[in-house]
């Protein structure tokens, strides 16, 4: 199975910073990975797939890069409602597993 | 507007068998890839397996395979999760979600509300 390992864990960051939030997969995932922001207690909301193409519904400081094995999700002028947790996933080769998750919260 | 609507909460004994259902409205179920991911509480998600458009065989994860079943009923628009001789490890919520791509699976864009299973003696 691929693991996938996500950094840093948590992360706390002040309104306006930008953020970096990495995963790392132990082969090659091509540019088959997507990232997810998740609030207590909802389900996941897709932010980006296929490694950067960005969901429509999804504000424009939210971007994603990387291919093979080490991908970024980044932040720019962070706002309050980014706080959550962020998974990243791989859809390269059954099972696609997730990172284990990134805790943000901001100050 | 794509909406996932899934069964509500159960509670099983150990080794009992529990059977959630999805059903899909504002898209054509058959053209999409769906998903079925769980999240124990206060843990991470956990992929189990997908369901292919177009009726082709599901997808599951090695760790699922033998006591999970994903089958659709296309008159009703609806997906079922069947997963048999439970364990306490099994209770988590349940979602099922849709991917966003027709051709390859690559992330999925609409989520149900999850369904909570418990398993407890």
């Known amino acids: 199975d691929i693991q996938l390992t996500q950094s840093p864990s948590p992360l706390s960051a002040s309104i306006g910073d930008t953020v970096a939030i990495t995963c790392r997969a132990s082969r090659s995932v091509q540019y088959w990975l997507a990232w997810y922001q998740q609030k207590p207690g909802k389900a996941p909301k897709l932010l980006i797939h296929?490694?950067?193409i960005l969901q429509s519904d999804v504000p424009s400081r939210f971007s994603g890069s990387g291919s093979e094995t080490d991908f970024t999700l980044t932040i720019t002028s962070l706002q309050p409602d980014d706080f959550g947790t962020y998974y990243c996933?791989?859809?390269?080769?059954?099972?696609?597993?997730f990172g284990q998750g990134t805790k943000l919260e901001i100050k | 507007q794509p909406q996932l609507l899934q069964s509500g909460p159960e509670v099983r004994k150990p080794g009992a068998s529990v059977k959630i259902s999805c059903k899909a409205s504002?898209?054509?179920?058959?053209?999409?890839?769906i998903h079925w991911i769980r999240q124990a509480p206060g843990q991470g998600l956990e992929w189990m397996g997908l369901?292919?458009?177009?009726?082709?065989?599901?997808t599951y994860a090695r760790e699922f395979q033998g006591r999970v079943a994903m089958t659709t009923d296309t008159s009703t628009s609806t997906v079922y999760l069947e997963l048999t001789s439970l364990r306490l490890e099994d209770t988590a919520t349940y979602f099922c979600?849709?991917?966003?791509?027709?051709?390859?699976?690559?992330?999925?864009?609409?989520w149900g509300q999850g369904s909570l299973v418990t398993v407890s003696s």
């Open positions: 504002g898209y054509s179920l058959t053209s999409y890839y």
């Open positions: 979600a849709r991917d966003v791509g027709q051709i390859a699976a690559a992330g999925s864009d609409y």
């Open positions: 369901m292919r458009p177009g009726g082709a065989a599901p």
């Open positions: 296929k490694a950067s």
């Open positions: 996933q791989q859809l390269n080769s059954n099972p696609y597993t």
